[in-house]
């Protein structure tokens, strides 16, 4: 163990809302970003969401279908070959 681990993309899709809404610390958030910055499937999810938000308005779990979010946590799985 090293410390500092990689977030996976299933745990981005799962705090994506958290770092919307600004709920993650200074520390989570550059995490998170890292992740993104090598990851076009969640710097894809992340656009996706604010679009939605920039729409509607407003940010609630609810909002995203979790057929949707099966599939996504499907095709991260599939990148994933460690
Ligand atoms: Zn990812």
């Known amino acids: 163990m090293s410390g500092e681990r990689q977030l996976t993309c299933r745990e981005v899709v799962e705090i994506v809302t958290d770092y919307l809404e600004g709920a993650m610390t200074s520390m989570e958030r550059a995490r998170f970003e890292e992740h993104l910055s090598a990851c076009d ?27 949707q979010k099966r599939e996504l946590l499907m095709a991260f799985r599939g990148w994933r070959r460690d």
Do not use: H, S
Request: negative net charge.
């Open 41 to 67: 499937g969640c710097a894809n999810y992340l656009r996706q969401m604010r679009e939605t938000i920039r729409l509607t308005g407003m940010l609630e779990e609810d909002q995203i279908p979790q057929e």
